[in-house]
C-alpha cells in the first residue's frame, strides 16, 4: 500500500481534509448515520430471510429426548408385566 503505486497517509490526509472542506462536517455525519441505518436494515432482513438454524436444532433434540422418554417409558412398562 505504502511505497511505488500506492497512497501514503499524507495523501490520504489531503484527501480527507479537501472531503471536509467540500461536503462540512454535518453532511459527512448524516451520510455516515445514513450509510449505517442502511446496513443495519440489510443486516435485518437476511437474518428474516435465512433459514433458523437454531430452532431446527432445537426441534431435533426435543424429538429425540422424546424418543428416548418413549423407549425408557416402554423398557419399564416390560419390566413391570
Same mark, same amino acid.
Given at each position: 500500500?505504502?511505497? $511505488?503505486?500506492?497512497?501514503? !497517509?499524507?495523501? /490520504?490526509? !489531503?484527501?480527507? *481534509?479537501? *472531503? *471536509? /472542506?467540500?461536503?462540512? =462536517?454535518k453532511k459527512i455525519r448524516g451520510m455516515g448515520g445514513d450509510l449505517g441505518a442502511a446496513i443495519k436494515s440489510f443486516?435485518?432482513?437476511? &437474518? @428474516?430471510?435465512? $433459514?433458523? %438454524? %437454531?430452532?431446527?436444532? =432445537? @426441534?431435533? /433434540? @426435543?424429538?429425540?429426548?422424546? @424418543?428416548?422418554?418413549?423407549?425408557?417409558?416402554?423398557?419399564?412398562?416390560? %419390566? &413391570?408385566?
Amino acid at each position: 500500500m505504502f511505497g $511505488p503505486g500506492g497512497i501514503s !497517509i499524507w495523501q /490520504l490526509l !489531503i484527501i480527507l *481534509v479537501i *472531503v *471536509v /472542506l467540500l461536503f462540512g =462536517t454535518k453532511k459527512i455525519r448524516g451520510m455516515g448515520g445514513d450509510l449505517g441505518a442502511a446496513i443495519k436494515s440489510f443486516r435485518k432482513s437476511v &437474518k @428474516e430471510d435465512a $433459514p433458523d %438454524e %437454531e430452532s431446527d436444532k =432445537t @426441534e431435533s /433434540l @426435543e424429538d429425540a429426548g422424546q @424418543e428416548a422418554a418413549n423407549q425408557s417409558q416402554a423398557e419399564a412398562d416390560k %419390566e &413391570k408385566s
